[in-house]
């Protein structure tokens, strides 16, 4: 399974990026879509998940400015970013949890899109 991240780049305080995770390949089915970010000289940390149902789980960080959303059809998540502060800025990375034909779950990570918010 391959991951094609887009949408990272430089915003100024306040504004908003849209990013997009494309899940192609061999697979039975995915299980949860997740966005996670680094930020230099820090641990990576989950940002926001979506699993199958379409239940929804956010970092107290980004609750309320962030929306992570998924197209079934096309296996791809989204990440809309709204509001974006400094302490946003980061690489972020997708992670696609998919079941293989023999119902074995792995985990498939992205090559990472950095976002800066910066003035």
């Known amino acids: 399974v391959q991951l094609v991240e887009s949408g990272g780049g430089l915003v100024q305080p306040g504004g908003s990026l849209r990013l997009s995770c494309a899940a192609s390949?061999?697979?039975?089915?995915?299980?949860?879509m997740a966005w996670y970010r680094q930020a230099p000289g820090k641990r990576r940390e989950l940002v926001a998940v979506?699993?199958?149902?379409?239940?929804?789980n956010y970092a107290d960080s980004v609750k309320g400015r962030f929306t992570i959303s998924r197209d079934n059809a096309k296996n791809t998540v989204y990440l809309q970013m709204n509001s974006l502060k400094p302490e946003d800025t980061a690489v972020y990375y997708c992670?696609?949890?998919?079941?293989?034909?023999?119902?074995?779950?792995?985990?498939?990570w992205g090559q990472g899109t950095p976002v800066t918010v910066s003035s």
């Open positions: 390949g061999s697979f039975f089915s995915i299980n949860a």
């Open positions: 992670a696609v949890d998919w079941f293989d034909y023999s119902s074995r779950l792995t985990r498939n």
């Open positions: 979506i699993f199958s149902v379409g239940n929804t």
